[in-house]
Every structure is written in structure tokens, then in C-alpha cells.
């Protein structure tokens, strides 16, 4: 019996497209700054440190990781330090309504509708936790932080790997059966499902896949609980 729906972002429950070109153009855009500003902030030389760890590079070169962290924002890569400060720079856009956190109309009503229900809703998504908070609370649809009870970001684990599921599960303190996991990579899916969670995979746009291996949704009026 479904307990506890842990749900992905991107893809999901909010459109590629807004965290593509509008999350990630705007952290491109105010990187530079923000660094610069904060740069005596321990929160900010941090992740800076830890930048320079995972690229080797000079931890004083503060250009050099500039750089570095431009590149892996055009290369989407999920890097912790990068996420942490995205959603650090984040917080000046959403308070000064520059933009809205996208949310699917469907996901909103229905996660509504799923707490209704007296299941626990939570997410797992490679943004940081803050980042995720920003996102839900300054929704299209209003603040839907009130909705989840926990939101796990990488530091429980990478999102491919089953040990993170395996983490998630016994931090929530449900059997991983009692989970369902929702996403639109595959690959995020196979691990939860290898740590033994239930999976949906949403396939919001293009071709149904041929043999999927998880049930698939549309949208989230398609994802069953009776599984
Ligand atoms: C929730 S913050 C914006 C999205 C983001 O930065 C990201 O990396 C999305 O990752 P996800 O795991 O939700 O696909
Ligand atoms: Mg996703």
C-alpha cells in the first residue's frame, strides 16, 4: 500500500523548459555578481572551496572558479556546490518576481488532493534543498511548501543510485514498498526501484516508450496508487 509519494522537479512536476530557460540563464547571468558580493560569506566561500576540490583548481583563483561554475551550469551538471549556490542566487529572482516556480497544473492539484488523502508527499531532486523550497513556495500556483514534509536534495545521495533510495527510505522510516517514486528519467527510476520503491515514469511530452519498464503517466491524473 502506497504510504508516501516522493516526487523529482524537473520534468515532473515542473517543465524542462522553466528550468532551462529561465532558472539557468538567470544563474548564468548573476553568478559573477553574486560571488563577488558574498564572497566573505562562510555559506559562499564553502561551496567555493568545495568547487575548487572537485575541479583542482588554485581555491584563491576566484576567476578560475567562476568559470568553472559557468561551465557547469551550460553543461547541466549536477555538481553539489554549483546547486547550493544556484539556489542561494535564486532567492533575489523569486523575491523580487523575476520569475515564478513552474508547476504543472495537473501536479498541483493533484499533490493537493494526494495530502487530502493523508499520504506523506516529499521530494528528492538534484536542485539543494533551499532551491526547492524557493520553487514550490513562490509557485504559479501559490505556496505549496505546506504540501511536502521533507525535501531531499544530493546530499542523501546522487540521483542514479540506489543507495540514496535506500537512505531516503529509512530516513522517512517507510518500507521502500510503501514509496512511490515519481520521475521522467529512466535511469533515476531504475534505482529506486532496485532499492525495492514503487515507480511511475512521467512521460509528459513525445512518444510513449515502446516496452516501458516502469508503469508511465501523462500526467499525475495518470499516476495510480494502487500498485
Ligand atoms: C529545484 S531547483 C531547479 C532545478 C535544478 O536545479 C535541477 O538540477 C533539477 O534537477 P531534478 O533532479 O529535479 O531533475
Ligand atoms: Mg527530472
Do not use: C
Amino acid at each position: 500500500m502506497i504510504r508516501a509519494i516522493v516526487t523529482d522537479i524537473e520534468g515532473t512536476t515542473s517543465s524542462l523548459r522553466f528550468v532551462h530557460e529561465v532558472l539557468f540563464p538567470y544563474s548564468a547571468r548573476h553568478l559573477e555578481e553574486f560571488v563577488l558580493q558574498h564572497l566573505r560569506e562562510p555559506a559562499v566561500r564553502e561551496q567555493l572551496h568545495e568547487t575548487a576540490r572537485l575541479a583542482e583548481l588554485d581555491p584563491e583563483d576566484t576567476p578560475a572558479l567562476i568559470a568553472q561554475l559557468l561551465r557547469w551550469i551550460a553543461e547541466d551538471r549536477k555538481s553539489p556546490p554549483l546547486k547550493l549556490l544556484q539556489g542561494m542566487l535564486w532567492e533575489r529572482g523569486y523575491r523580487e518576481g523575476a520569475f515564478q516556480g513552474h508547476l504543472y497544473e495537473d501536479a498541483a492539484q493533484l499533490l493537493r488532493q494526494w495530502q487530502r488523502q493523508g499520504l506523506r508527499l516529499y521530494v528528492y531532486s538534484s536542485g539543494s534543498e533551499q532551491a526547492q523550497k524557493l520553487l514550490f513556495g513562490y509557485s504559479s500556483h501559490g505556496d505549496l511548501t505546506p504540501l511536502f514534509s521533507v525535501y531531499f536534495d544530493t546530499r542523501v545521495g546522487a540521483k542514479r543510485e540506489v543507495a540514496s533510495y535506500r537512505r531516503i527510505a529509512q530516513e522517512l522510516g517507510e518500507a521502500p514498498g510503501n514509496i512511490l517514486f515519481l520521475s521522467d528519467v529512466k535511469e533515476e527510476l531504475d534505482a529506486a526501484r532496485a532499492a525495492g520503491l514503487h515507480t511511475t515514469w512521467l512521460v509528459r511530452e513525445g512518444a510513449l516508450p515502446a516496452q516501458p519498464l516502469h508503469p508511465v503517466a501523462r500526467d499525475f491524473h495518470e499516476v495510480r496508487l494502487d500498485a
